[in-house]
């Protein structure tokens, strides 16, 4: 991964450049490697996304719009992936009679063993992507990265 990471990013011109090219290519390659690992388990990136926002909602699940806004990357196809991970019973989806235009997915038993075999593995590739930092370097990486994020430009 280092090699694919220079400190100046050619065709860069300002700083601001840089930081973005150097930003997006260092969220490509570890996003690789996670996508690596989940492909082993039969799994997409996104399909692991949608698997940990529903862990994450508990047994009301969420709508689907709602899975959706908490994704990391947006998929243009969410319903489709959904039609996936249900025939693969990861996920069951509900349409909901006081509102019949709401469709409320859940995960499944199945899929939240799936979750659990992974849990381990993801959290293992995290540390190695990041030992060769201090703690203090990923906790100052970490608000430098919210820092970016929490501005909204004009």
Known sequence: MNSRIKTAC?????MEDQVFVAIL???????AQAEQL???SGLTGAQYNVLR???GAGPEGLPC????ERMISRDPDMTRMLDRME??????????TEDRR????????????LLKKMDAPVRE???RQFAHMSATRQKTLLELINEAGAHEPK
């Open 125 to 127: 590739l995290h540390k």
């Open 87 to 96: 025939s693969r019973q990861w996920i069951t989806r509900e349409r909901q």
């Open 25 to 31: 290519k260092i969220a490509d390659a570890l996003a």
């Open 10 to 14: 050619p065709g860069a011109t300002g």
């Open 65 to 68: 719009n709602g899975i959706s």
């Open 53 to 55: 926002i529903l862990r």
């Open 38 to 40: 989940m492909k082993a």
């Open 102 to 113: 709401v469709v409320k997915a859940r995960i499944t038993e199945e899929g939240l063993k």
